[in-house]
């Protein structure tokens, strides 16, 4: 970890145009390999890493014309355009792009989760979002068979004619965001009136056998989100993501077992899992491990089966005296 004097001077290093400006200069590659160099370059004090690729998506593109030419960066604000230009006639906007036999693109890529570890508690890290993006030719603007009968149909339609793939220009990286997790997690209280689940199992994390242990941004990662509430208020939620890159079996029922066996059981997980007590913060997130596993051990506790260490146990019947979930 970084001494506060060193952490200080790269967070104020670590702003939006820098990391914007690498993005630009950096030219993708199958491993992200430069990215990350560049990226621990801008902060040297502390280990940076990438957590995790998300699945790919895709998102309409541009358009261009049957030579490859460039003709629109946005298809969505070029057809709007062209649509009022045209007197908002939907006849002379599809006549125009098929006579100049325009194609449509879209954008598909992954989301690049990189952290910076800035400290030893499970909020001290800083998430850095980047998308990896290509565009690829898609589909004829407007196809033949199936003309568009709306403004909408003609932006996404449900019947696309499509065209022979194949890719425009090069992979690009594109800075989305970055997240302080510390202080969002300060932010994100303000919101709710008693502690988010989100702050709960970072709290677990900490004074638990697993924060003594591991690194939490090794294994877990935050997706931040806000939506409209019933009102029209703006609510900022936060879920907690799961980035282990080993299979993990799935957890068997601890029906029947207790004591030496259910502890075996427990033992085998956090040891593929990489870190003690490992079985709880999957039981909570709902992956892999069943409530009922927490509510076997609990019952071995009160019975006298000492196998787990007393801050696990503190952090279990708090479970159990108050559940939640992530």
């Given at each position: 970890?970084?001494?506060?004097?060193?952490?200080?001077?790269?967070?104020?290093?670590?702003?939006?145009?820098?990391?914007?400006?690498?993005?630009?200069?950096?030219?993708?590659?199958?491993?992200?390999?430069?990215?990350?160099?560049?990226?621990?370059?801008?902060?040297?004090?502390?280990?940076?890493?990438?957590?995790?690729?998300?699945?790919?998506?895709?998102?309409?593109?541009?358009?261009?014309?049957?030579?490859?030419?460039?003709?629109?960066?946005?298809?969505?604000?070029?057809?709007?355009?062209?649509?009022?230009?045209?007197?908002?006639?939907?006849?002379?906007?599809?006549?125009?792009?098929?006579?100049?036999?325009?194609?449509?693109?879209?954008?598909?890529?992954?989301?690049?989760?990189?952290?910076?570890q800035t400290g030893d508690k499970a909020q001290d890290?800083?998430?850095?979002?980047?998308?990896?993006?290509?565009?690829?030719?898609?589909?004829?603007?407007?196809?033949?068979?199936?003309?568009?009968?709306?403004?909408?149909?003609?932006?996404?339609?449900?019947?696309?004619?499509?065209?022979?793939?194949?890719?425009?220009?090069?992979?690009?990286?594109?800075?989305?965001?970055?997240?302080?997790?510390?202080?969002?997690?300060?932010?994100?209280?303000?919101?709710?009136?008693?502690?988010?689940?989100?702050?709960?199992?970072?709290?677990?994390?900490?004074?638990?056998?697993?924060?003594?242990?591991?690194?939490?941004?090794?294994?877990?990662?935050?997706?931040?989100?806000?939506?409209?509430?019933?009102?029209?208020?703006?609510?900022?939620?936060?879920?907690?993501?799961?980035?282990?890159?080993?299979?993990?079996?799935?957890?068997?029922?601890?029906?029947?077992?207790?004591?030496?066996?259910?502890?075996?059981?427990?033992?085998?997980?956090?040891?593929?899992?990489?870190?003690?007590?490992?079985?709880?913060?999957?039981?909570?997130?709902?992956?892999?491990?069943?409530?009922?596993?927490?509510?076997?051990?609990?019952?071995?506790?009160?019975?006298?089966?000492?196998?787990?260490?007393?801050?696990?146990?503190?952090?279990?019947?708090?479970?159990?005296?108050?559940?939640?979930?992530?």
């Open positions: 970890m970084a001494d506060i004097t060193s952490y200080a001077l790269d967070k104020a290093l670590l702003n939006g145009p820098a990391l914007a400006k690498i993005c630009k200069n950096v030219l993708p590659e199958q491993n992200d390999q430069l990215l990350l160099a560049k990226l621990q370059a801008l902060v040297p004090n502390c280990p940076v890493h990438l957590s995790r690729v998300g699945d790919e998506w895709y998102r309409l593109g541009g358009i261009i014309d049957s030579n490859g030419n460039r003709i629109a960066n946005n298809l969505i604000e070029w057809t709007e355009r062209t649509y009022i230009e045209g007197g908002k006639n939907l006849q002379t906007l599809i006549a125009h792009a098929q006579k100049q036999k325009l194609i449509a693109t879209r954008q598909t890529g992954n989301t690049l989760h990189f952290v910076v890290f800083i998430q850095i979002d980047i998308d990896k993006t290509h565009e690829i030719a898609d589909r004829w603007l407007v196809g033949e068979q199936h003309p568009p009968e709306d403004l909408e149909e003609f932006i996404d339609p449900l019947e696309p004619t499509c065209v022979e793939a194949f890719y425009i220009g090069a992979a690009r990286y594109t800075y989305r965001r970055k997240t302080d997790v510390s202080v969002f997690m300060d932010e994100i209280n303000k919101y709710h009136s008693l502690a988010h689940p989100a702050q709960r199992f970072m709290e677990d994390w900490n004074r638990s056998s697993a924060g003594h242990k591991s690194v939490f941004c090794n294994d877990w990662i935050i997706r931040p989100f806000q939506h409209t509430g019933r009102f029209g208020e703006q609510i900022i939620n936060v879920e907690i993501v799961n980035t282990q890159h080993k299979s993990l079996p799935y957890q068997e029922s601890p029906t029947g077992k207790k004591g030496t066996a259910l502890n075996n059981l427990l033992t085998r997980f956090d040891r593929q899992a990489g870190y003690p007590f490992a079985w709880f913060f999957y039981m909570v997130k709902g992956n892999l491990v069943s409530s009922s596993t927490g509510i076997a051990v609990v019952q071995d506790i009160n019975e006298h089966f000492a196998y787990l260490p007393e801050r696990d146990i503190a952090v279990l019947k708090d479970w159990v005296s108050e559940p939640y979930s992530v």
